[in-house]
């Protein structure tokens, strides 16, 4: 229990919040309670003044050379050091590059290869997609076998023909969190790899890569780093394997030595080998300042403040909407999930789609789940409520009925 009974407590929770100024960092629209930051992570009033001077000053005035003067190059491990601390990592252990999917398949295809004699990628089914496509892309290139096992099983089915095992930390449906260092140890136990996606977890949950002595991980700059749409993602190897494993895409930016211009592949003795070609500034730029909002808080006041906002959205919908068939499909352990909480209903499209009309904006993943994602940086503890008292409006009206909304499901 959260110990708010009502709207004044909430209220007067917000107003002892630790992180309550950090809400004016950002271009939040008026009149929206925004539930999807776990999906799409809300602009920060900074980046609207990085963008501008980055394209009118860096490119605009200084064009070719703001490589240099404004450390363009620098960007991708520059950008991946401040994400290191989120993640349990060290400097130089993770950086910025390409999209989580194509993080998946660098590190999927160089651990298949540190692992000779090994066939099998190792999942679970339900895994978010992009994981699987890949997994089994990657399989296929590479005469290895994609198999997956249900999470609660996935330690025995650790065998000697597993070369690398692919998990996500946190469930995107569920948000079901798991254990990482246990895992981990297993993976090894049984000689094989472990890759860590934490695209629902940095920024949210603590995350700790190195204490749980892992291998590999990759995720999302756009959900809770508020990087912005399609922001390049990071990936992490450990120290201990970074002479080693190879990247599959030895692209020049990789390169030990970029702007030699030879015609042979030398990898970078460091992180910087899993780069491929020139990184997307624009994106980067964006991306470093939603970091930066993470450098000027209590990262514990964070994860403290996703469990308060996920446990009062859990106990509110229990209070007030007990009687409408919504059944959690979130763990209940704070300490066993991320910082979304979902929902099942028979009508949670429809559901969805009224709370949206009602400026409440959370997400729908089919079949039947209704998800909304608690970013600790922008939201109130009254955000939540409002939220809640909506969702109950709406179901008591039965405005899932709609028949605006029975349309064929919506691609997301
Ligand atoms: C959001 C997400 C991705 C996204 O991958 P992209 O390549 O950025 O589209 C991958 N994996 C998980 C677990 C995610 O939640």
């Known amino acids: 229990m959260t110990g708010m009974a009502t709207l004044e407590e909430a209220q007067a929770r917000d107003a002892a919040d630790?992180?309550?100024?950090?809400?004016?960092r950002f271009a939040l629209p008026p009149g929206v309670i925004y539930l999807d930051g776990n999906s799409l992570g809300v602009l920060p009033a900074a980046t609207m003044a990085r963008m501008?001077?980055?394209?009118?000053?860096?490119?605009?005035?200084d064009l070719i050379g703001s490589w240099n003067t404004h450390d363009w190059i620098g960007a991708p491990t520059r950008v991946g050091d401040r994400i290191a601390p989120l993640i349990g990592a060290a400097p130089g252990e993770v950086v910025v590059a390409d999209s989580t999917s194509a993080n998946l398949f660098k590190l999927l295809a160089a651990a298949l290869a540190d692992r000779p004699g090994r066939h099998t990628i190792l999942s679970e089914p339900g895994n978010f997609p992009t994981d699987l496509y890949v997994a089994s892309g990657v399989a296929e290139f590479m005469g290895a076998t994609l198999k997956t096992v249900p999470a609660d099983r996935i330690v025995e089915a650790i065998d000697a023909d597993v070369a690398v095992v692919l998990l996500t930390h946190v469930h995107y449906k569920t948000a079901r969190k798991l254990d990482m260092a246990?895992?981990?140890?297993?993976?090894?136990?049984?000689?094989?790899?472990?890759?860590?996606?934490?695209?629902?977890?940095?920024?949210?949950?603590?995350?700790?890569?190195?204490?749980?002595?892992?291998?590999?991980?990759v995720g999302c700059g756009y959900k809770y780093l508020n990087g912005g749409p399609g922001a390049p993602a990071f990936l992490f190897v450990a120290e201990r394997h970074q002479a080693r494993l190879r990247s599959p895409l030895s692209g020049w930016m990789g390169h030990s030595a970029p702007f030699a211009f030879g015609d042979g592949y030398d990898p970078a003795p460091?992180?910087?080998?899993?780069?491929c070609g020139t990184p997307p500034i624009l994106g980067l730029a964006a991306l470093e300042e939603g970091l930066a909002l993470f450098n000027e808080v209590d990262f514990a006041d964070v994860t403290a403040k996703s469990v308060a906002l996920s446990t009062l959205l859990i106990d509110r919908?229990?209070?007030?909407c007990a009687a409408f068939g919504l059944e959690l499909a979130t763990p209940r352990d704070p300490a066993a999930r991320g910082s979304h909480v979902s929902f099942r209903h028979p009508h949670a499209y429809a559901l969805c789609q009224a709370l949206i009309e009602d400026g409440v904006v959370g997400d729908f993943r089919a079949p039947d789940i209704l998800r909304?994602?608690?970013?600790p940086l922008y939201l109130s503890y009254a955000d939540v409520w409002q939220a809640v008292e909506k969702l109950h409006d709406i179901l008591e009206q039965r405005r899932w009925d709609d028949p605006r909304f029975r349309v064929a499901m919506r691609v997301t």
């Open 18 to 24: 630790p992180l309550r100024p950090m809400r004016a």
């Open 52 to 61: 501008e001077r980055v394209v009118t000053r860096e490119w605009g005035q």
């Open 182 to 217: 246990a895992i981990t140890a297993a993976a090894h136990g049984a000689g094989a790899l472990i890759l860590w996606d934490l695209s629902h977890s940095v920024g949210a949950v603590p995350v700790d890569l190195n204490g749980a002595y892992a291998d590999l991980a």
């Open 270 to 275: 460091g992180i910087a080998r899993f780069l």
């Open 317 to 320: 919908v229990e209070q007030r």
């Open 372 to 375: 909304f994602g608690l970013t």
